[in-house]
Every structure is written in C-alpha cells, then in structure tokens.
C-alpha cells in the first residue's frame, strides 16, 4: 500500500479517536493483576465510572465488547421465557432483540420505522394492558446508532411508573455514554450498558454494566444460566480492586486517564461540545441539500448524524470513494440501511477543527463521486461553530444565536 501523510481521519461512529494521552497511558508495562499497584487500579477506576454513569451503585467492567454487557444484563436478571418488551429503533436494537430470542427469552418487539425513537406512549400503552405483570424487563437503545436517533429515556421511565408496572428498566448507552446527558439513578434505570471505544474515548475490549439494587435483588433469584457473565463473582473481588479472572489492566490505565479527562474538560462542557458538534453537522447537511435521517429535532443525536443520500447514488460507493481519496472513515449504513445512508461520528475526542476537516472531507466527497448536491455545507457549519459560546455559572457552555 502506498503511504498515506498526515493523520487519518476516523469518522466513524465508534470506535473513535484514542487521544494521544490515552495511548500513552496504555503504553506501560502490564502488572500483576493480584498485586497492590493493581489494587489501587481497580478501586480507582470502578469508583471514577460512577461519576460518568451517575450511580451510587455498582458498575462492573467486562474485558469485552458491547455486546457481551449486553448479554450480561439478560442472563444476570431474567428467567428462561421471561418477557421482554423492546422497541425496534434500529439495527442495534434489532440485534439485542435477537440475542434475547436466542437465550431462550419471549421478546415482543415493537415495530419501528427506524427514524424515530422509542416512543414512550407506545410503552406506556402496552405496559397497561400487562394486568399481570407478565412483562419482566423493558430494554432499549439511548442512542441507536444506526440512525443517529436518541430516545428520551427519563420520558420511557416515566411511562413506565405512570402505569405502576414492575418490569425491570435496560439501556444500551454504548454510544451516548460520555457524549451526552445521562443519569443511571436519576432516571431509574435498573441495568444501563456501555462500551470503552466511543464517547469513553478508549480503545474497544471493554463492556459495562451499571447496575441498581432492583437489578441485583434480581440477579440472586433468576434463573437463566451464566458463567463467564456472572455479577456476583465480579461484586464479591471488585471492593478489593480485583476481578474474578484476568481484566484488560492496559485498557484500564486508558480508562483512568479518559475519566480523568472527562472531568477535566467538565461532563457538562463535553455535553455541550457534542451538542454543538451535531448542529453543525446538520447545518452542513441540509446546506448541501441533503437528508438527515432522523426526523425529530427533539431526536437529534449528538454523537452522530446519519445522512439519508440521494437516490440512484450508492451511499458505501461515496464512502470508497472518500477513504480512498481523503483517507477519511465514515460509517456504513447497516441492516435495511445498506447503501441508502452513511454516517458521520461526531463522538470521542474531538475539537472543532477535526469537525471541519470531516465536514470538508464529506463535501469533496460528494464532488468527486458525482453526487448531486449543493456546495456550501462546510461554509454553513463553520456559521454554527463560529458563533459565540458562553460558559454559564453552572460551566455549561453552550452556542447563543447572534442576533
Ligand atoms: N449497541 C449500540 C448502540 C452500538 O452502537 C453497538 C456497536 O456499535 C453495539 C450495541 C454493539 O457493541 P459492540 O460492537 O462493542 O459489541
């Protein structure tokens, strides 16, 4: 392969950018994972990811990826034939729906149009028709990111309480997770799930769950088999700072300089620069006369902007086209999206610079694979991040319109 100059742009929507200073706190020897030095690790990072989850509670950390927390959560909670209520919001929900037939559970999935979030009526609705309580668990995607649509959570949970149902509250956070607003006890959620390699900015090898006490009272009575996944082995080492079988203690120095940037940068400031990050991408879309996917503006996610392309135009023959020429990654469309759509990941370790150089990169794109479209996209974001950003009191900083 010819060498390529300069840096690589990875657009995608996760796994993202590793900044420089996560690389080199990975770049260390790896220590005994029963020593003292990794004591001090574990208690260390464990405690950290409270304060991104917003728990109290427990978080465990898994040497895996999304998906094994995924399963984590069913098989630590529910019972063989136990019904779950999910809602088809993209492929990733689609794909969890499909695990949980797998384990042996009765899915009902709510049919959805794959541009619209969970709508928390529907939920409401078929929850109090559930007399019973046959349903166990409630179990959705924040941000699918399949479509860019983020789905209001504290108004599912409020659902949920508005008909007094029982079940058990699940949330995929794998790419909203440290990238947008998210409360694990504020907005009731019993088991949330992430992963390492999007907002949390590190490599891909770690999936998490945080977990309430209704979802640990759960895991001492379920019955569906678990080995490799059990909460329990992982809550009886984790308070001495050590894990039942051998963790990703590299990954784990990443995970203890990402927290630490998090903060650094403030949660609410890193809430807000991806907030800004998404209103530039979609004034960059529809100046180019383009479709974002997502229809509901109370919807728009902020970590990524799934762009539906001009008919006749083969969405991934554009992606080719700007890997090849700009050595620039943008996301593929996947499932019943194949070809029709392509995403730009606007998530991780990002500034406004690199934004621009992806938008420039999207726009010459667009030339250079013939695509009917209208110049002017990358002028049109560089109108939203150029305007002004106050911090408030609070440290929220935030685009106030010029008037
Ligand atoms: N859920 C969501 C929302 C995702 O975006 C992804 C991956 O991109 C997954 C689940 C699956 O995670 P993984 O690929 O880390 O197993």
């Known amino acids: 392969m010819t060498r390529r100059p300069g840096r690589h742009f990875l657009q995608i929507p996760g796994p993202t950018n590793v900044p420089d200073r996560v690389l080199r706190a990975i770049d260390r020897p790896t220590i005994d994972h029963r020593g003292p030095e990794f004591a001090q690790l ?14 109290s509670g427990r978080v465990i950390i898994f040497p895996s990826s999304g998906t094994g927390a995924w399963e984590a959560a069913l098989v630590n909670t529910l019972s063989p034939a ?44 078929r929850l109090a028709a559930d007399r019973d309580h046959a349903i166990k668990a409630v179990a959705v995607v924040h941000n699918e990111t399949s479509t860019g649509v983020t789905s209001r959570i504290p108004e599912i949970r409020k659902a ?34 992430a992963g390492s390699q999007k907002g949390l ?9 945080a977990v309430s006490e209704r979802a640990l009272a759960a895991s001492k009575t379920n019955r569906m088999k678990r080995s490799y996944w059990d909460w329990d082995d992982m809550l009886k080492s984790n308070p001495a700072g050590f894990f039942p079988y051998t963790p990703a203690t590299n990954l784990l120095y990443g995970l203890r300089e ?26 960059a879309v529809e ?13 728009y996610s902020a970590s990524l902007t799934a762009v539906l392309f001009t008919k006749n135009y083969d969405a991934d023959h554009f992606r080719d086209l700007t890997l090849e020429r700009y050595d620039l990654s943008l996301g593929t469309g996947l499932g019943k999206l194949k ?29 250079a694979a013939g695509v009917p479209y209208r110049p002017g996209g990358v002028q049109a974001a560089m109108g939203v991040l150029t305007q ?6 609070l440290g929220k900083s935030e685009v106030v319109p010029v008037s």
Request: hydrophobic content about 45%; charged content about 20%; glycine content about 10%.
């Open 42 to 55: 574990g208690k260390h990072v464990l405690e950290g990811l409270r304060t991104i989850f917003k728990t």
């Open 82 to 125: 136990d019904k779950v209520l999910m809602y088809e919001t993209g492929h990733f929900a689609t794909l969890w729906q499909t695990m949980a037939k797998r384990l042996g559970l009765d899915v009902e999935f709510l049919p959805g149009d794959w541009r619209h979030g969970v709508d928390p009526a529907q939920i409401e609705a």
């Open 160 to 193: 949920i309480d508005s008909v007094r149902h029982p079940a058990l509250f699940f949330v995929d956070t794998i790419s909203s997770l440290g990238s947008m607003e998210y409360q694990h006890d504020a907005w009731g959620v019993d088991v949330t799930v």
């Open 201 to 209: 900015m590190l490599p891909p090898g770690l999936g998490f769950n």
């Open 258 to 283: 990402a927290i630490a940037m998090l903060h650094e940068e403030g949660l609410e400031n890193v809430f807000a620069r991806h907030r800004r990050h998404g209103a530039a991408t979609r004034a």
């Open 287 to 299: 100046a180019w006369g383009l479709e974002v996917l997502a229809l509901d503006p109370r919807e």
């Open 339 to 367: 070809g029709k759509i392509f995403r730009i990941g606007h998530l991780g370790d990002l500034n406004d610079l690199m934004l621009m150089g992806t938008l420039a990169g999207v726009e010459m794109g667009l030339h």
């Open 388 to 393: 002004p950003v106050v911090t408030s009191r």
